[in-house]
Nanobody, 125 residues
């Protein structure tokens, strides 16, 4: 069973930056599609960004394009967040799905099998 642990959430002022990390319990995430999601109180979980296997194809929800960047290494997926806004306030979750060599980038939460416990990001002055 793959386990994922997020870290890096914090209280930050508008315009600030944060880097979220999601570490896996296995040695190699190469054949897993990875994603970041967020959920604000009273709202549905939203796909923020995803990254594929092999070619590292990425995708972002429109509201974070140009401000957030997803990346990955062997055991960790990252979300670099800049120019943060109050509307970015949410609990952020990472997710993984074994896809082999399919190069899939998935922004639909229903596609994923494994989830972290979440890390809180609060953007406020």
């Amino acid at each position: 069973q793959l386990q994922l642990v997020e870290s890096g959430g914090s209280l930050v002022q508008p315009g600030g930056s944060l880097r979220l990390s999601c570490a896996a319990s296995i040695l190699n995430l190469d054949f897993y599609a990875l994603g970041w999601f967020r959920q604000a109180p009273g709202k549905e979980r939203e796909g923020v960004s995803c990254i594929s296997t092999l070619d590292n194809i990425t995708s972002y929800v429109d509201s974070v394009k140009g401000r957030f960047a997803i990346s990955r290494d062997k055991r960790t997926v990252y979300l670099q967040m800049t120019s943060l806004k109050p509307e970015d306030t949410a609990t952020y979750y990472c997710a993984a799905k074994w896809v082999g060599m399919s190069r899939r980038c998935l922004l639909n939460s229903g596609e994923y099998d494994d989830w972290g416990q979440g890390t809180q990001v609060t953007v406020s002055s």
